[in-house]
């Protein structure tokens, strides 16, 4: 049911949108901007479910906590990186959305700098 409001929004809002496009430009680009918002809102909230399910999976595993603390910072990055690129995408200016997608990149390498040295320090206590 969750999936059938999100998609009704998102027609209802291009709707808009393509009419308001006429008139006011600037006007779609926010309402495009706001529509965004709002349905990575809706989403987000099932997120928490998710979430709670890889920290009780982790405990379990006794996987150290900062890692999956780590990864769910990357993949936050990712997704709000992508939206960001979508923004500027929508409103003309590709070149910027691949800057943002370039320090999207970027910020996801840096974050990742502790789990590569950990595996890296697993392979060579592995190496004979």
């Known amino acids: 049911m ?5 998609v009704c929004i998102g027609i209802v809002a ?5 009419v308001i496009k006429v008139q006011k430009p600037e006007l ?9 918002i709002l349905i990575f809102m809706l989403v987000a909230v099932k997120l928490s479910a998710v979430i709670d399910f890889i920290k009780t999976f982790s405990q379990k595993a006794d996987i150290d906590s900062t890692y999956i603390a780590i990864l769910l910072k990357i993949v936050g990055i990712a997704y709000i990186a992508e939206f960001g690129a979508e923004v500027c995408k929508d409103a003309g200016e590709s070149s910027i959305a691949s800057k943002i997608e370039l320090a999207g990149k970027v910020t996801i390498v840096i974050l990742a700098v ?11 206590k592995l190496m004979p």
């Open 2 to 6: 969750d999936i059938l409001q999100i």
């Open 14 to 18: 291009v709707a808009l949108s393509s």
């Open 114 to 124: 502790p789990i590569i040295t950990s595996l890296l320090d697993l392979v060579v």
């Open 28 to 36: 779609a680009l926010q309402v495009s901007i706001i529509t965004g």
